[in-house]
């Protein structure tokens, strides 16, 4: 059974974004995968900006990225960027620390005006750590999201909805792929 991190890059307690991620988490886990769930905000601040890993919250943080099969990554969009403080978190990771791994990137935003934040923002970074592959990357807008009259919280609409699903089976079918064989050099 696969592990997958569920990395929550939002700032905010109760946060839209950190629905999205549990949708996807939801669909991971009756795809048979272990999730396991890291919030960026409850790490220790003065050891995330300054960068220290000797400190035991955060470098359990970065073990637990090291040991996860695959990572899925979520951050709200502001300003059309992904966080600060998954800047923050991604700044203090290895430089391959994703090497081998898919991740799935996610984000949710005002409006689908924000969506390239994605790819012409966080994609790059990710890519930079060597992961084994970036899947489709998924946009939740905020203002497509249904309340939920009992608990209150906001959920992806149907459309989002299905973009997860889709994005969950491609993390999946990696995860489930043999790994690629390095061709043996045969020297003259």
Known sequence: MPTILAVSGSPSVGS?????????????????????????????????????????????????????????????????????????????????????????????GGSMAHALALDYGLRPVLASMRPAAITDAVFVPADTAHTDPVTGARRPGPAALERLDEAVAQLTALLAAPAPRVPLTVAA
């Open 16 to 108: 839209f974004t950190h629905e999205v991620l549990g949708v996807a988490a939801d669909g991971l886990v009756a795809a048979g995968c272990r999730v396991e769930t890291l919030v960026v905000r409850e790490l220790p601040a003065a050891a995330l900006l300054s960068g220290d890993t000797g400190d035991p919250e955060l470098r359990d943080a970065l073990r637990r990225v090291a040991a996860a099969d695959a990572v899925v990554v979520a951050t709200p969009v502001y300003k059309a960027a992904y966080s600060g403080l998954l800047k923050a978190f991604l700044d203090v990771l290895p430089q391959y620390a994703l090497r081998g791994k898919p991740v799935l990137p996610l984000a949710s």
